[in-house]
Structures are given as C-alpha cells and as structure tokens.
T-cell receptor
Framework: TQLLEQSPQFLSIQEGENLTVYCNSS?????LQWYRQEPGEGPVLLVT???GGEVKKLKRLTFQFGDARKDSSLHITAAQPGDTGLYLC????????????WGLGTSLAVNP | DAGVIQSPRHEVTEMGQEVTLRCKPI?????LFWYRQTMMRGLELLIY????????DSGMPEDRFSAKMPNASFSTLKIQPSEPRDSAVYFC??????????????FGPGTRLTVL
C-alpha cells in the first residue's frame, strides 16, 4: 500500500519566519502535487512536480521533488498570515489510474 | 467560469436516515471523484468516474454507500442507512481528460455531514 507521510502535522509561526514542510514515502510516484486548503473550502492545487530533483518556485513558495521521486518538500520564505491553511501533498502512481495518494496534511498558522 | 458545485453545503440527519449528496462537475471535465475528509483519516478517495463510468470504487466503505453518475453534469453519493461514524466533510472533484502527469483535480466546497 502506498502511503505519504507529512511532517510536521501542525506548525504555528510568526509572520516573517521561514518554514519547511516534508512529504515522504517509500514508494515512487510519477508526479507529486501540493494543494492548499482553507477552512470551509476544498483543496486548491499549488504545483505539480514531475521530474526527480525538480525545483519549482511560486512567489515565496519553493517546491522540490526528491531525486528518487519518493519525497518532496515545500519551503515558505517570510511567511505571511495569508499563507495560513492546510497543506496537502498527493502522489500519483504510474499508469493511467487517476487515483491520487494523499498525505494527512500540515496545518500551518501564521500569526501577525 | 463556475467551479464544481456541491449541495447541500451542510446536512444534519439522524442515524438510520438516507442521505444524498449532489455534485455538478466543471463542464467538459471527464473525471469525477468523491472524497471523504476527517481529522483522523485525512482525505480518502471513495470512488471515481471516467465518462460517467465508475473506474475505481475500492474506497467505498461498505454497501451502505453508493454513487451514480447518470450524465456528464451530475453525480450523487448516497448513504443508506447513515451512521454517526459517517460524519465527515464530503468533497466532489473533477478533472479534465488532458492527462499525462498533470492530473489537476478541481474541488468543490464540500458537504459537511453530521449524523446524530
């Protein structure tokens, strides 16, 4: 069974601090996605990484896919209150199956 | 453009009652997914459809749960009879057919179900 473990589970920081969230698995994924979910809403895609070692930047967010395509990290620089939310990683296996394997998420609170 | 539409947004019912959740996917999307989210288990895929045909229902908890997609613009998830342990937020998501490795899923706002 494929599993994705996210850490930390909860994170509370002050505005302006940096943070890193991790997503780890023993399985290889063909791609990995990061979503952000705000209270009362559904998850929204932030980025998809496909190639081992790939790094993508989205403003103050930096996403990296591990060389072996088993793990990923999300780094936020100078966090702002608007970054508050649940960050979810989701991995897709090989083949045509559209099923995603989801982590439990990291709940981030950025305090002003 | 309208996103994924779900109804109702909130549902409170008593144990043993039938519950029907509804979803309208984004027009033109070929894939539709039903998820359940709880604090303990996170986001769990229940079932997904491609062109109205169920492809993977391995996540459906038991026979009390059933899902249908009679046409490309409508799907239902039914629980009969409902139990308190079914209390969760149920999400519907849709995805276009332009697959490859960029299978973005677009989520609706969810239905918060409480079974008393």
């Amino acid at each position: 069974t494929q599993l994705l473990e996210q850490s930390p589970q909860f994170l509370s920081i002050q505005e302006g601090e940096n943070l890193t969230v991790y997503c780890n698995s023993s399985s290889v994924f063909s791609s990995l996605q990061w979503y952000r979910q705000e209270p009362g809403e559904g998850p929204v895609l932030l980025v998809t990484v496909v190639t081992g070692g790939e790094v993508k930047k989205l403003k103050r967010l930096t996403f990296q896919f591990g060389d072996a395509r088993k793990d990923s990290s999300l780094h936020i620089t100078a966090a702002q209150p608007g970054d508050t939310g649940l960050y979810l990683c989701a991995g897709k296996g090989a083949g045509n199956n559209r099923k995603l394997i989801w982590g439990l998420g990291t709940s981030l609170a950025v305090n002003p | 453009d309208a996103g994924v539409i779900q109804s109702p947004r909130h549902e409170v019912t008593e144990m043993g009652q039938e519950v029907t959740l509804r979803c309208k996917p984004i027009s033109g999307h070929d894939y539709l997914f039903w998820y359940r989210q709880t604090m303990m288990r996170g986001l769990e895929l229940l079932i997904y459809f491609n062109n109205n045909v169920p492809i993977d229902d391995s996540g459906m908890p038991e026979d009390r749960f059933s899902a249908k997609m009679p046409n490309a613009s409508f799907s239902t998830l039914k629980i009969q009879p409902s139990e308190p342990r079914d209390s969760a937020v149920y999400f519907c998501a849709s995805s276009p057919a332009s697959g490859g490795s960029t299978d973005t899923q677009y989520f609706g706002p969810g239905t918060r179900l409480t079974v008393l």
